[in-house]
T-cell receptor, first 112, second 116 residues
Framework: GEDVEQSLFLSVREGDSSVINCTYT??????LYWYKQEPGAGLQLLTY?????DMKQDQRLTVLLNKKDKHLSLCIADTQTGDSAIYFC????????????FGKGTKLSVIP | EAQVTQNPRYLITVTGKKLTVTCSQN?????MSWYRQDPGLGLRQIYY???????DKGDVPEGYKVSRKEKRNFPLILESPSPNQTSLYFC???????????????FGAGSRLTVL
């Protein structure tokens, strides 16, 4: 079945850029997502990208998609302590489905 | 405010005592889903529902039941809870456009369940 892989931990200094990476196996993925989970809270959608795009930017967030390598990145510029959270990558396979496959999540720790 | 509401947020129970975790959404969403989150295992889907009276198993359905009698509600039932069901549970929903387009899920705040 489909698989989504992420590294489990990332530590960066406040003010630096963070890059969270994700790889997926499903070549028919149509949408790819990044969700953020703050401590004690549910997941919130950060952004998503359609598979025919290779980049999407939203303020401090940049999403890069390499469809050939099935690689997705979330770049956070000027990382702040409030960005400390777990970040989940997810993919949706095909057009006729609701189903998302989630990665295990990357815990981002921002050091002041 | 558009939201998914789960209750209870925290629960400690004992093995074998039936319990229900409720989930309600106020966005008229067609799709609803339950997940459990465990350390090192990420988010795993338990059951989902594409509309009223339409439910299907996810990846880890054993020991759980669901029902979808009304569009807004999707309760998760543990008939005979066991310690391996100790977990953090999330309900999520999305609109019908998510079937053919981007399926943007709205998550509840989570229900932390401990089974002794």
């Amino acid at each position: 079945g489909e698989d989504v892989e992420q590294s489990l931990f990332l530590s960066v200094r406040e003010g630096d850029s963070s890059v969270i990476n994700c790889t997926y196996t499903d070549s028919s993925s149509t949408y790819l997502y990044w969700y953020k989970q703050e401590p004690g809270a549910g997941l919130q959608l950060l952004t998503y990208i359609f598979s025919n795009m290779d980049m999407k930017q939203d303020q401090r967030l940049t999403v890069l998609l390499n469809k050939k390598d099935k690689h997705l990145s979330l770049c956070i510029a000027d990382t702040q302590t409030g960005d400390s959270a777990i970040y989940f990558c997810a993919e949706k396979s095909g057009a006729g489905s609701y189903q998302l496959t989630f990665g295990k999540g990357t815990k981002l720790s921002v050091i002041p | 405010e558009a939201q998914v509401t789960q209750n209870p947020r925290y629960l400690i129970t004992v093995t074998g005592k039936k319990l229900t975790v409720t989930c309600s959404q106020n966005m008229n969403h067609e799709y609803m889903s339950w997940y459990r989150q465990d350390p090192g295992l990420g988010l795993r889907q338990i059951y989902y529902s594409m509309n009223v009276e339409v439910t299907d198993k996810g990846d880890v359905p054993e020991g759980y039941k669901v029902s979808r009698k009304e569009k807004r509600n999707f309760p998760l039932i543990l008939e005979s809870p066991s310690p391996n069901q100790t977990s953090l549970y999330f309900c999520a929903s999305s609109s019908g456009s998510g079937y053919s387009g981007a399926n943007v899920l709205t998550f509840g705040a989570g229900s932390r369940l401990t089974v002794l």
